[in-house]
């Protein structure tokens, strides 16, 4: 039961991971540049704020207090001058304060998404209804409105909840109780059984039967009304047991009434209650929430930022002090760092390239949109490799990092730092993000400022020892967390091993080196992309790729592959015979294959095909005896290439349908057939599949495309998913899939296990007139 103890600092240490997993979006720019925007973002005015808010809680008490001695008036402006004018202060106040929020946006739609500012815009809008409105249309007379309203008021007080911001410390005991929330819960939840048990015991022997309790108040004698009145009905008891016998209120009095009853063994077993209830279960919950406010205070130190030191007193004139305390983001001293690494790097830094900015970003909102100026307003990112220690089978190598500099976060809170490529690591999240307590633990420097040089620093020490990096003490980390530290690290090296061992192996070593060679590539193709121009892609769109012999070499390379007997992991759940090109040593070969590939993926795909930042590579193999198609499915990509390297082979026509979560999701639409040198791209989120072979072999090459940015997205986050406008062609069904399968299709001969392991369509949005394949009630759960 209270195996979550153990957690608690883990889930302490872990508590960044919703700012700053996947969605790194939170902390990116919801405000515009203009004067709102700062206006909404300046900590003098979000200071005043907090101040007016905690003084209209106040005013609420003191007019509570109030009205209750004297009388509640109809309406505002018949009560005191005192309490009008403040309420008139509190609405002018709100009221601007919200206007200048709403001015603030970037676009002022996204105010909708934003559930604080909804919660507090219908709180003002209350305010003026009570304030300028309702006084003046007539509606004095609405008491009981006036009463509901006054209730509502007391919805201000919940606006206190920004003083959190402002205090930390405060912000420590309620993680610590949220950490500890369900410790406590199931604590409560045993103290109710095990008063339920005894509630049973104690109301078998002491129920009042018939009499009522009118009739009992009249007894004189105290001894049998003491004991129904405490025993008499299940309520009753639990009600005794629980304040008298737990909480301990009067418990000498309700044990006396007991003994009175001259049935000692009903005394032992209260004593035995009070010591089992009240001494062991909740001093066990002061343990627990002990144990959680520790756990929050070791947890690692917030940044300096959000809790800004007290300020000794200098001689630092007023604008050096200004420039130095806001940390401001200069573009020209980030360049002057990226400089200086790059002229004079650490033994363990090496590839440090330029400051770009990204084509796209996603907005606090999950809102995709290009960066307004970026050249001026960021952000900027830059890519480098950074190695752990030399000795390190699994983090020893030059990993690629690419750190991103917000001017709203950098240099004064943080950079965004993310692992690229495979990196298999318990500490990030899975687009290879660092987490919160990477940003908590992070150097800065005399001025309380984030730099390059330490942020490099940080990313060795977090490689050589993520402990450090987090400032975890060893000896206090949990086993759990040290155990998937571990497991991923053995991950790592066991992948960097095989990719060694290979190398040594290669047919074709160029293929290794990083490098794509332009001869690769089909002319038009090669055309293409040095034009840098969409109307050549377009014209290009149904032509070949990569030139013919690259397929026949790369398919030599792979069939070396298999001959070395080196275990290969399987693309996925769906493909047992395949080779992950990642784990080979190919994966700096396919970066450049996406590179080339990204400027075709932003013409066909804004958004999902734009900004790539991470693949997944794998080749499918098809032949008599070993898979021959694919079932219908959609990929973890946001943009798939899927290119035939041959051999010779009939059939496997590569079905498409609808779009994941569409109306027409398993309508079919399209069908390609594979001709070698070519390739297709669609849409991971496109539900498809491959016919079978009818003879020969096939070998496709698979590049799943990531975009961080894409994923960070609303649109990649919470995709919409609607009913299906009717049954599906049966084409587009899945037996992997899908619950009414088998009403279109014969589940193939060694796939029967599936039925009734699907998903889709999904619970309570079938189309209708749908029918499971099978009664899902009798069919083994997934
Ligand atoms: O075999 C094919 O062409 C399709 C492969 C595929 O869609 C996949 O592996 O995700
Ligand atoms: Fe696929």
């Given at each position: ?34 004067f ?14 907090i101040?007016?808010i905690?003084?209209?809680a ?37 009221s ?37 409105i ?31 911001r402002?205090f ?20 409560a ?30 007894w ?14 299940m ?46 279960m ?5 343990g ?60 363990y830094?090496?590839?440090?390239g ?24 960021g ?94 003490s ?28 290979y190398?040594?192996?290669?047919l ?136 035939c ?22 309508k ?32 496709n ?37 899908d ?44």
């Amino acid at each position: 039961m209270f195996g979550d103890i153990h957690n608690l600092k883990e889930e302490v240490a872990k508590g960044g991971k919703p700012e700053m997993g996947t969605n790194t979006v939170a902390l990116q720019k919801k405000f515009a540049d203009s004067f709102f925007g700062k206006m909404a973002k300046n900590k003098y005015f979000e200071g005043v704020t907090i101040c007016v808010i905690f003084l209209n809680a106040l005013a609420i008490g003191v007019d509570a207090d109030y009205s209750a001695r004297t009388r509640v008036p109809a309406n505002l402006y018949e009560g005191d001058v005192f309490f009008i004018v403040l309420e008139v202060f509190f609405a002018s106040y709100f009221s601007l304060e919200i206007l200048i929020r709403f001015l603030a946006y970037r676009q002022k739609l996204h105010c909708l998404r934003d559930g604080w500012f909804i919660f507090d815009f219908l709180l003002v809008l209350m305010m003026v209804w009570e304030t300028w409105i309702m006084p003046f249309v007539g509606l004095e007379s609405g008491l009981g409105q006036l009463s509901i309203l006054r209730l509502l008021r007391l919805l201000r007080i919940t606006r206190m909840a920004k003083l959190m911001r402002a205090f930390p410390q405060l912000m420590m005991i309620i993680k610590g109780i949220s950490a500890a929330a369900r410790a406590v819960g199931w604590t409560a939840v045993l103290l109710v059984i095990i008063s339920f048990t005894w509630s049973i015991l104690f109301t078998n022997e002491y129920h009042q039967g018939h009499i009522t309790d009118e009739e009992m108040k009249d007894w004189p004698d105290e001894d049998p009304r003491k004991i129904h009145e405490y025993f008499g009905g299940m309520d009753k008891s639990m009600l005794t047991l629980l304040i008298m016998g737990t909480i301990l209120d009067d418990v000498t009095e309700c044990a006396d009434v007991i003994r009175r009853q001259n049935n000692y063994w009903y005394l032992v077993a209260f004593i035995f209650y009070i010591l089992l209830n009240s001494f062991m279960m909740l001093n066990m919950l002061v343990g627990i929430l002990v144990e959680a406010m520790l756990a929050v205070a070791e947890a690692p130190a917030t940044p300096a930022v959000e809790a800004p030191e007290e300020e000794e007193e200098t001689d630092e004139s007023p604008a050096a002090k200004k420039q130095r305390t806001e940390k401001v983001f200069d573009i020209e001293d980030l360049k002057k760092q990226v400089a200086e690494l790059r002229s004079n790097p650490p033994a363990y830094v090496s590839k440090v390239g330029q400051l770009t900015t990204p084509a796209l970003i996603c907005d606090e909102n999950g809102q995709l949109q290009r960066p307004e100026h970026p050249e001026e307003n960021g952000p900027w990112d830059l890519q480098l490799c950074v190695a752990g220690a030399e000795d390190d089978e699994a983090y020893g190598v030059p990993w690629r990092v690419n750190i991103r500099f917000d001017p709203d976060l950098w240099p004064a809170k943080l950079p965004l730092v993310r692992f690229r490529g495979v990196f298999h690591h318990a500490f990030t999240d899975e687009n290879g993000a660092m987490l919160m307590p990477f940003y908590r633990a992070l150097p800065r420097d005399e001025n309380q400022a984030c730099t390059l040089k330490l942020t490099v620093e940080a990313i060795r020490t977090f490689l050589v020892d993520p402990f450090a990096s987090w400032k975890l003490s060893p000896d206090k980390v949990p086993e759990k967390l040290v155990k998937s530290v571990s497991v991923n690290k053995k991950m790592n090296s066991e992948r960097l091993d095989i990719i060694r061992k290979y190398a040594s192996q290669a047919l074709h070593p160029e293929l290794f080196a990083g490098y794509w060679h332009d001869e690769w590539l089909a002319d038009d193709f090669r055309k293409a992309i040095h034009q840098k121009d969409p109307a050549v892609w377009k014209s290009i769109l149904t032509e070949h790729v990569p030139g013919q012999a690259f397929c026949e070499m790369f398919l030599s390379e792979v069939f070396n592959f298999y001959k070395s007997g080196l275990p290969a992991r399987r693309p996925n759940s769906m493909n047992a015979y395949g080779i992950i090109l990642n784990d080979i040593g190919l994966e700096p070969l396919i970066d450049e294959l996406q590179r080339h590939l990204q400027p075709l993926g932003e013409l066909l795909f804004p958004g999902p095909g734009s900004c790539w930042d991470g693949h997944h590579c794998f080749i499918v193999r098809y032949r008599s005896g070993e898979d021959l198609g694919l079932d219908m499915h959609t990929d973890d990509s946001d943009v798939t290439v899927n290119l035939c390297l041959g051999l010779e082979f009939a059939g496997a026509g590569l079905q498409f349908c609808g779009m994941m979560g569409a109306t027409d999701h398993r309508k079919h639409c399209y069908t390609y057939y594979h001709k070698k040198g070519s390739c297709v791209i669609h849409l991971g989120r496109r539900r498809h599949g491959a016919d079978d072979i009818t003879s020969g072999e096939r070998l496709n090459l698979i590049l799943w495309n990531h975009s961080s940015t894409y994923r960070a997205s609303d649109d990649s986050e919470n995709p919409d998913y609607h009913v299906e406008e009717g049954p599906p062609d049966a084409v587009c069904v899945s037996y992997t899939h899908d619950r009414d399968f088998g009403n279109f299709k014969e589940y193939p001969v060694g796939k029967e296990h599936f039925r009734g392991r699907g998903w889709c369509p999904r619970r309570k949005l079938e189309y209708e007139g749908f029918t499971p394949d099978c009664d899902e009630e009798q069919a083994p759960r997934r």
